[in-house]
Nanobody, 124 residues
């Protein structure tokens, strides 16, 4: 069974950068859906960035141009630049082997495997 472990979270000032990594227990090319989500206190979990097996990427409007998702053999990375206070949240990586349509890529209900999360705090 796939296991995912996120690292790289921390505290940073607004305008700074962080790089999150998600290390998988097996090769990720077997998974059609790979994604990063985040959840702030009192808010629903929201999709931030996703990547499909064809190499297409999907981003939430709030992070377009600032965040970039990339994939290695057993790693999923989220490069976050120009961070804002509203980016403060717990960040989770997720994976799903079954095919999903483009409209599902940033929906948490489409993913069955999750990491434990890593905290990102951006101070203004």
């Amino acid at each position: 069974q796939l296991q995912l472990v996120e690292t790289g979270g921390g505290s940073v000032e607004a305008g700074g950068s962080l790089r999150l990594s998600c290390t998988a227990s097996e090769y990720l090319y077997n998974y059609d859906g790979l994604a990063w989500f985040r959840q702030a206190p009192g808010k629903e979990r929201e999709g931030v960035a996703a990547k499909d097996s064809a190499g297409n990427t999907y981003y939430a409007d709030s992070v377009k141009g600032r965040f970039a998702i990339s994939e290695g053999l057993k790693t999923l990375t989220l490069q976050m630049n120009s961070l804002k206070s509203e980016d403060t949240a717990m960040y989770y990586c997720a994976a799903e082997p079954a095919y999903m349509g483009p409209n599902e890529r940033l929906r948490s209900t489409a993913y069955t495997t999750w990491g434990q999360g890593t905290q990102v705090t951006v101070s203004s």
